[in-house]
């Protein structure tokens, strides 16, 4: 869906992109992640057309960013980190004229704004001053500006800054179903464990270079990190797990361990039946989740107790 390759950007004395090259595949979220003046914001800007590289390749959906940007921009939504909005416009005023400048048929107008205030939350907030709204319902604005038209490609610079935990929930929750319709996101943003709850891969940015480019993890994947409690310590546990059919890279602690299981939900309701028919007290088995952060830390050569 987005391809880049010896792609580079400079600032007058600054080389901001240095020979960048990656692909994103369609359907996927990647969190875009890096120290601040890494490039990300740069990178994201280049993809939406609106800065043009010294050098370098960028297409989105098979069409050149830079030799077609009008073509690209139907196609992308894009947030920016310092977004704005027409203050003296109301929030609908505000929908319907991003709307008609992505080519957003007059009559579906009103019906893609009244869809995308639901998906954010501001229905109740359409005929207010988009001046006289809060930081966090301004940035829901924004974010409902980007995807009005139904972009292919949805490009978010800390999309939730500004943004209460309710608030933030709701957009990951939005951000998946978005990647269900269809749509391919690159997000970036400096938290971390938010990004683990919706990221399907991850791009490190660093000094304008890419650094690792690698899958985070998939709701398809047919091995799964469980992490299972006890109740108090089982000195066979171990044991018992290093011969059950499915179960790798075991590392235990006294009240709890934690392992790759390759095996579906009936499969995962079976080893539970086993572990307490075998004596084991469980007292919790759930899936791990993705620690972005640890894993962003150990790429960069920083101390793990960091993290």
């Given at each position: 869906?987005?391809?880049?390759s010896?792609?580079s950007?400079?600032?007058?004395?600054?080389?901001?992109l240095?020979?960048?090259?990656?692909?994103?595949?369609?359907?996927?979220?990647t969190?875009?992640?890096?120290?601040n003046?890494?490039?990300?914001?740069t990178?994201?800007?280049?993809?939406?057309?609106?800065?043009?590289?010294?050098?370098?390749?960028?297409?989105?959906?098979?069409?050149p960013?830079?030799?077609?940007?009008?073509?690209?921009?139907?196609?992308?939504?894009?947030?920016a980190?310092?977004?704005?909005?027409?203050?003296e416009?109301?929030?609908?005023?505000?929908?319907?004229?991003?709307?008609?400048?992505?080519d957003?048929?007059?009559?579906?107008?009103?019906?893609a704004?009244?869809?995308?205030?639901?998906?954010?939350?501001?229905?109740?907030?359409?005929?207010?001053?988009?001046?006289?709204?809060?930081r966090?319902?301004?940035?829901?604005?924004?974010?409902?500006?980007?995807?009005?038209?139904?972009?292919r490609?949805?490009?978010?610079?800390?999309?939730?800054?500004?943004?209460?935990?309710?608030?933030?929930?709701?957009?990951a929750?939005l951000f998946?179903?978005?990647?269900?319709?269809?749509?391919?996101l690159?997000?970036?943003?400096?938290?971390?464990?938010?990004?683990?709850?919706?990221?399907?891969?991850?791009?490190?940015?660093r000094?304008?270079?890419i650094?690792?480019?690698?899958?985070v993890?998939?709701?398809?994947?047919?091995?799964?990190?469980?992490e299972?409690?006890?109740?108090?310590?089982?000195?066979?546990?171990?044991?018992?797990?290093?011969i059950?059919?499915?179960?790798?890279?075991?590392?235990?602690?006294?009240?709890?361990?934690?392992?790759?299981?390759?095996?579906?939900?009936?499969?995962?309701?079976?080893?539970?039946?086993?572990?307490?028919?075998?004596?084991?007290?469980?007292?919790?088995?759930?899936?791990?989740?993705?620690?972005?952060?640890?894993?962003?830390?150990?790429?960069?050569?920083?101390?793990?107790?960091?993290?």
């Open positions: 869906m987005i391809e880049v010896n792609l950007f400079e600032y007058p004395g600054v080389r901001a240095d020979d960048v090259a990656f692909t994103v595949a369609a359907g996927s979220i969190a875009l992640v890096g120290p003046g890494a490039g990300k914001t990178l994201l800007r280049c993809l939406a057309g609106l800065d043009t590289p010294l050098a370098g390749r960028i297409t989105v959906d098979g069409v960013v830079v030799d077609e940007p009008r073509a690209c921009h139907r196609r992308i939504g894009y947030l980190d310092n977004f704005g909005l027409y203050g416009l109301s929030v609908r005023r505000c929908l319907g004229y991003v709307a008609a400048a992505n957003v048929p007059a009559a579906g107008i009103p019906a704004i009244e869809r995308t205030a639901t998906a954010l939350e501001i229905e109740s907030r359409l005929d207010v001053r988009a001046g006289t709204l809060s966090g319902q301004r940035q829901r604005v924004a974010i409902a500006q980007a995807i009005i038209h139904r972009p490609v949805l490009l978010l610079d800390e999309p939730a800054s500004g943004l209460d935990p309710e608030a933030r929930n709701t957009l929750r998946l179903r978005l990647r269900d319709e269809g749509m391919t690159l997000v970036s943003s400096h938290i971390l464990a938010e990004l683990a709850e919706y990221s399907s891969d991850m791009l490190v940015l000094a304008g270079r650094i690792e480019h690698r899958p993890s998939t709701a398809s994947e047919a091995r799964h990190r469980l299972l409690a006890l109740a108090r310590p089982h000195p066979a546990l171990v044991e018992w797990l290093e059950y059919p499915g179960i790798s890279r075991i590392a235990s602690a006294p009240r709890t361990a934690s392992f790759d299981f390759s095996g579906d939900d009936e499969a995962r309701r079976e080893l539970l039946a086993r572990l307490v028919e075998a004596g084991v007290p469980v007292s919790g088995l759930s899936e791990a989740r993705p620690d972005l952060q640890r894993s962003y830390l150990a790429m960069v050569g920083e101390p793990a107790r960091l993290a």
